[in-house]
């Protein structure tokens, strides 16, 4: 006879999943999320700005130790003294009083009194294209170049905010973000304005709930077909522009409402672009998008106009292996003039302050190599100085 191997029944796993229990499951990951983000900005429960030293704020204003040294023990020259320590000779000041004496001492050209603040997008349709990090970066390069900054959170995943030193999920209420002007219920967006653990920058945050902006914004244009629905957050800004400097908009990674009207209510775009393929491509897929949708909302503003726009090179990687070579090329000749004359590399510091809701700015002590920090936070420098040079030429109607 001839017998049949049976198969040994292994117990069936029943893995479906109510939507319930799904309610359940996020209600527990945030719960580890909040723990997680302790654990993150522990042993310091909030963010804080880095302390500067003589030579460090010398570098800031453009002017050698010596003559810091000699204003700081002026009597009349009302610029702060830091704080004194070791021999008496170096000194340390916070990031305040960092400012006050580049905002007195650096060669920075102010903005003419009553023009108002240039608002810059950072703008690109592929997640992890850095945009985020490069508009913090921006925002504090520009602070410590004396300006006064507005960074503006429009991506509900609420990145920004988090770099900003706020919890998007447990500090940031629908009524903080833009949602009451997306609602109508607020004209101007002075109501959402915070301050944040950098003086100098302050924030508009995000929520998750900027998501329900991609329903309400079509129902507005679906009861009005002549509602601007592009114009909502330029013309919520419109009342702060004569408060800043420079208002710097972070979006999500897509054509939403929120981008399209960040994309209307910028005089100056900034792209970071990774230059791996497929970044390079989803790029030239942003162009394509955005234009047909310039084409189909004709009365979306036919005079709208970029005072610049630039591409920069970031995260890019210089092993040897790496296929920026080929990319960059591609980019230069796609983007031409628009490709900025500085890169930001890739770098582990970069990826490492991430873990902690940093940038290369926060970081006050740095245990590894100073090159190694220098090769990322000069180029940002160098590219907060391009940008800030453009609109200083504007400002003053002539080139430098
Ligand atoms: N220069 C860099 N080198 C290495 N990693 C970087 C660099 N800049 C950013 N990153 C990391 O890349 C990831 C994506 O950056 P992010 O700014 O969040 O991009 P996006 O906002 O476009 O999604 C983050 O983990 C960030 O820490
Ligand atoms: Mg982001």
Redesign the pocket.
Known sequence: MVTVKQTPLLPTINASISLAEIGKFSDRLSAMMDELREQMLAPKPRKHAPMFSSSQVANLCGIDRSRLNYLATKDDSGLPTGALHGNGRSRSFTLSEARQWIKSEGKITPRPVGTDGDIVIVA?F?????????AMSMAQGLSLRGRKVLVVDLDPQA?LTELCGLYAESEVDEADTVMPLVYQEEKGLQYAVKQTYWDGIDVIPAAPALFSAEFIIPSYVTRDPQFRFWDIIGSGLRPLRQEYDYIIIDTA?SLSYLTINALMAANAMVM?LVPESLDFISSVQFWNLFSDLARSFSGMDPNKRFDFISVLL??VDYSTSSSAPVVRAWAQRAYADWVLPVE????SI??AE?LEFSTVYDIEKWEGSAKTLSR?REPFDMFCQVIDDRFVTKWTGSER
């Not at 592929?126 to 490069?134: E, L, P």
């Not at 930001?344 to 770098?347: K, R, V």
């Open positions: 690109n592929k997640g992890g294209s850095t945009k985020t990090t490069t990145s990674p970071p970031s995260k930001i590399p890739s770098s970069a990826s991430a990322l």
